[in-house]
């Protein structure tokens, strides 16, 4: 397929710049084949059964991006993508001229740390503080938001841009079908006999990143840490016994089941994961997908693509246009029925 094929024309306004006032207050187009319905986020639970199981992904965005200058003068912003250890992370670095292996950065004034090595467009930074990287972040980083939010972190994404479940720190963006859920909405779940299990998978900054070549198959994934417990592993085995429905809640989800699913039955434990799914994709563990709308021509698009129906989900995109969805990290949400071939 072409990148051509997963375009679409969306209307700048209706990309969400803040969350709905109320957590939850989101709008649900639930997608069955051509069937489409709008419905609320409130109306979640009643396209549920007793049995089924809901996988989450627990990750917690952690305030990744720094501000500060070289030691040799000139600013310079890094969003650090992962934490190799106490003291060394990967990081994407912006700067007027690129620093090299041995050149130091003071970050808020007061955290400095040397610029290792390379390692294709990242860069690898020790960080020569007392403090770990977290604590680092914590105490001087902002909150990443993405790219095509046009403004800065206020204090209301330091709670809105976090599921209320996040729990495992590693993420630079969030696992957005997440955040339409409230404590009150999982105790309704809970009490209406809806299973519930977790996986983790820190998503990266490429999840933004665009293709960048016309034919789909030459593209190359950006990697990202998963784990899947095996509590979960049970979980879905369970489900399947009953007769349950296992719905994974974003496509992080997706990514980190059908990952740990890519010899045959689902295993538990971690890795890294560069799976592209892509329409034609045969999806072993995943029965119905909660997301969020996503960019034209990104590896998102083709993932629900390949979920839900190529034909189906670029009608349902139209639908929500027409109808002024909010789209993106902080918009409105879709319930996707798997299609079977």
Known sequence: MQ??????HLPEALIAQHPPAVRGASRLLHVDG???SDLTFADFPSRLQAGDLLVFNDTRVIRARLFGEKASGGKVEALIERVLDDHTALAHVRASKSPKPGSRLIFAGRWEAEMVERHDSMFKLHFLAEENVYDILEASGK?????????????????????????????????TAGLHFTDDMLA???????????????????????VKVDNVAEHKMHSEIYDIPQSTVDAVAAARARGGRVVAIG??????????????????GCGETDIFITPGYRFRVVDRLLTNFHLPKSTLLMLVSAFAGYD?????????????????????????EKKEY
Request: charge should be negative; hydrophobic fraction near 40%.
């Open 34 to 36: 051509m069937t489409l």
């Open 251 to 268: 496509t992080t989800s997706v990514r980190a089941l059908e990952s740990a699913a890519q010899h045959g039955e689902l295993k538990a």
């Open 3 to 8: 990148l051509s094929d997963f375009d679409y």
């Open 188 to 210: 309704t779940l809970q009490a209406q006999g809806i299973a519930t299990a977790f996986v983790t998978l820190h998503v990266g900054a490429g999840t933004f990143q665009p």
């Open 143 to 175: 909150l990443p938001l993405p790219p095509y939010i046009e403004r800065s972190a206020e204090q209301d994404d330091d709670e809105r841009y976090q599921t209320v479940y996040a729990r495992e720190q590693g993420a630079v963006a969030a696992p």
């Open 312 to 336: 189906e989900i670029f009608h349902a995109y139209r639908h929500a246009v027409e109808q002024q969805y909010r789209f993106f990290s902080y918009g409105d949400a879709m319930l996707l």
